[in-house]
């Protein structure tokens, strides 16, 4: 089974910190997400990656850059927190050469900005 | 944007009934997914519909697709409580290296 990780649950940051959400995999993906889900919202791409340093912005990219060193971590960084970045953040992977393109998601990282 | 939209956003029913859920999406697709979140989880992949397929079946799940106007709908039948929880479809780009979520439909089931 693919397991993807995230490495808080639950984050609790000033504003103005710089902030590092870590996504981890383990079956090999080539691709890449990371979204947040706000109530009302559903879910919306921030950044995501197809490759190892490859990155692509998504809809809601403003605040967020994204590191990809390895194939299998992908890190969403917020360079400068702020309030309106307080949401649930979720990674979640693909392989394009499997058959359904199904995403896998990690726990999610529920953040907060004070 | 091409988010979809789920329809209802809320839905409740009693234990042994069936829940209905349908997506709209805006552009034409490759694939059309739905995904199921249980309370401050991550989304764990239900079926996949193609866009030359016209219904599928999974279990207690059935899924029907309309291209002509860019809808779906979930059906669950015989729900049963653990069926609680928030459904979405997801639609993909013309590369399918991207996908765009609706915004949800929170399905309470009554033991």
């Known amino acids: 089974d693919v397991k993807v990780t995230q490495s808080s649950r639950y984050l609790v940051k000033r504003t103005g910190e710089k902030v590092f959400l870590e996504c981890v995999q383990d079956m090999d993906h080539e691709n890449m997400f990371w979204y947040r889900q706000d109530p009302g919202l559903g879910l919306r791409l921030i950044y995501f990656s197809y490759d190892v340093k490859m990155k692509e912005k998504g809809d809601i990219p403003e605040g967020y850059s994204v590191s990809r060193e390895k194939k299998e971590r992908f890190s969403l960084i917020l360079e400068s927190a702020s309030t309106n970045q307080t949401s649930m953040y979720l990674c979640?992977?693909?392989?394009?050469?499997?058959?359904?393109?199904?995403?896998?998601f990690g726990p999610g990282t529920r953040l907060t900005v004070t | 944007s091409q988010q979809g939209e789920e329809d209802p956003q809320a839905l409740s029913i009693q234990e042994g009934e069936n829940a209905t859920m349908n997506c709209s999406y805006k552009t034409s697709i490759n694939n059309l997914q739905w995904y199921r979140q249980n309370s401050g989880r991550g989304l764990v992949h239900l079926i996949l519909i193609r866009s030359n397929e016209r219904e599928k079946h999974s279990g207690r799940l059935r899924v029907t697709l309309d291209t002509s106007k860019k809808s779906s709908s979930l059906l669950i039948t015989a729900s049963r409580a653990a069926d609680t929880a928030s459904y979405f479809c997801a639609t993909d780009s013309n590369t399918g290296n991207q996908f765009y979520f609706g915004t949800g439909t929170s399905l309470t089931v009554i033991p």
């Open positions: 979640a992977t693909t392989s394009p050469r499997g058959v359904s393109y199904e995403q896998y």
